[in-house]
């Protein structure tokens, strides 16, 4: 069974850093493009980050340029979310989604929900003072 765990979320204040961990079970996440993706209250789910299978090609929202950065350990089937100079308007539940085992050789990788087909259940990132 496909199942996808995040982890590493919590309350930091504006500035602070955290790295969150998407694991998976049921498959090798390396064949797989893996997105982050975030819903704060009364908002929309919008994509933050993404890894294609192709290595190398990442891609982010305009919003955490220059701040988050996306990576992937084959060895460890996992991949993460590293998150610095935090603010408060990054405060959601964040979520990791993979595409099916064998697709996301995107060369531009893709933001958008629907591309994914596994979702986590989301770890909560709170950023306030």
């Known amino acids: 069974q496909v199942q996808l765990v995040e982890s590493g979320g919590g309350s930091v204040q504006p500035g602070g850093s955290l790295r969150l961990s998407c694991s998976a079970s049921g498959f090798i996440l390396s064949t797989s493009a893996v997105g982050w993706f975030r819903q704060a209250p009364g908002k929309e789910r919008e994509g933050v980050s993404c890894?294609?299978?192709?290595?190398?090609?990442?891609n982010y929202a305009d919003s955490v340029k220059g701040r988050f950065t996306i990576s992937r350990d084959n060895t460890e089937n996992m991949v993460y979310l590293q998150m610095n100079s935090l603010k408060p308007e990054d405060t959601g539940l964040y979520f990791c989604?993979?595409?099916?085992?064998?697709?996301?050789?995107?060369?531009?990788?893709?933001?958008?929900?629907?591309?994914?087909?596994?979702w986590g259940q989301g770890t909560q990132v709170t950023v306030s003072s």
């Open positions: 989604a993979a595409t099916h085992p064998g697709t996301g050789n995107w060369y531009y990788p893709s933001l958008s929900a629907t591309a994914y087909n596994y």
């Open positions: 890894i294609s299978v192709i290595a190398g090609r990442t």
